[in-house]
């Protein structure tokens, strides 16, 4: 059974998409929410009301973590990538350089930026937390503006600096 509920936030509408596994997706108005919504999926605000509490709760600056199941869909490459994204902590940034040299692929940018674009888990696998390794803002699905108020949330500064930047 798959579950679904929609959560207001600072970014627009949040499809959150859940099974008894654990969390599938997140999704932002800009992805076509509508049309991903399938018609055997069940609307249950009452079970997605653990995560929406923890996301209202980040959102409200009064959570830097979350305990949530997760079940994201993805290629055991992708899924290394985003279990390497879950390393990087509140206000901190990093590179996709800095992630391939994490798991020991250095020329694997490339192919962890498209790993990072399929997360279908944003703000939780926090794939906002990863910027140029010039300091400036990449491609979000939620789009640029989206993830500029993620990092604000955190108080991260769209430039690295020794605070905030972090070096795996």
């Not at 859940?18 to 069940?42: C, M, P, R």
Request: net charge positive; glycine share 6%.
């Amino acid at each position: 059974m798959i579950y679904y509920d929609i959560l207001p936030s600072p970014m627009g509408n949040l499809l959150l998409v859940a099974s008894d596994s654990g969390l599938k997706q997140i999704l932002f108005d800009s992805e076509n929410q509508k049309e991903q919504i399938k018609t055997n999926w069940v609307n249950d605000a009452n079970k997605l009301k653990p995560i929406a509490d923890q996301l209202i709760a980040y959102f409200n600056k009064e959570r830097t973590t979350f305990d949530i199941k997760l079940a994201p869909e993805g290629t055991a490459f992708q899924k290394q990538i985003w279990n390497q994204l879950l390393n990087i902590p509140y206000g901190k940034t990093c590179s996709y350089q800095d992630i391939a040299i994490a798991i020991s692929k250095p020329s694997a940018c490339r192919a962890i930026g498209m790993a990072n674009s399929k997360n279908p888990i944003p703000i939780i696998i926090p794939c906002h937390r990863v910027i140029g390794k010039n300091g400036k803002l990449t491609g979000y699905a939620g789009g640029l503006p989206a993830k500029a108020i993620l990092l604000g949330i955190e108080n991260i500064d769209h430039s690295p600096s020794k605070e905030q930047y972090l070096l795996f």
